[in-house]
């Protein structure tokens, strides 16, 4: 079930390589363990810590760089007598991370023994949800149907 990609276009680890890219920015257990958060409502900093068991150095480290990538922002609160604070709110860029953050959760569900075994994501009416290849029009894709390809006019290869 190999993608189509055209011989001559060299997709090595590094700048050019999204997928690389993308690990660099986000590939951290903490940051994917902290967007699994944000999607599930947090929104606070003692939160994250609390709900993801890592130390408030990493939290805070990794939430900074998930904002400088713009998955997160961050918004000013502030409590009655204390001082101003920051909660982090995903961004559209972020909520676009829900499908692969979900596509984790079901893959662990399928291939590693006993993880998430009494959970279950569901739809309307309770329908399980799994996540599919699609068109932008909304027409499925299989792998094998996938190409990998130039954008018309890219030049660098």
Same mark, same amino acid.
């Given at each position: ?21 993308? &690990? ?7 940051? &994917? #363990? ?6 599930? $409502? ?20 990794? #939430?900074?760089? +998930? ?22 709110? +995903? ?10 953050? #979900?596509? +984790?959760? +079901? ?6 023994? $006993? ?13 399980? #949800? ?7 029009? $909304? ?13 018309? $006019?890219?030049?660098?290869?």
């Amino acid at each position: 079930m190999p993608l189509h990609v055209d011989p001559d276009l060299l997709i090595a680890p590094g700048p050019g390589c999204p997928v690389d890219c993308t &690990i660099e920015a986000l590939g951290s257990r903490a940051s &994917i #363990l902290l967007l699994r958060q944000a999607f599930y $409502g947090d929104r606070r900093f003692d939160a994250f810590v609390e709900h993801t068991g890592i130390s408030e150095a990493t939290v805070a480290k990794r #939430l900074q760089e +998930l904002v400088d990538v713009g998955a997160l922002r961050k918004v000013p609160y502030q409590e009655p007598g204390s001082r101003r604070r920051d909660e982090y709110e +995903l961004t559209a860029q972020g909520e676009e991370l829900l499908p692969v953050v #979900l596509g +984790l959760f +079901l893959w662990g569900q399928r291939h590693l023994a $006993g993880v998430g075994t009494g959970l279950q994501l569901t739809g309307p009416g309770g329908e399980p #949800l799994q996540i599919v290849l699609q068109t932008a029009g $909304g027409q499925p894709v299989e792998p094998r149907d996938i190409h990998i390809e130039l954008n018309d $006019g890219d030049a660098a290869r």
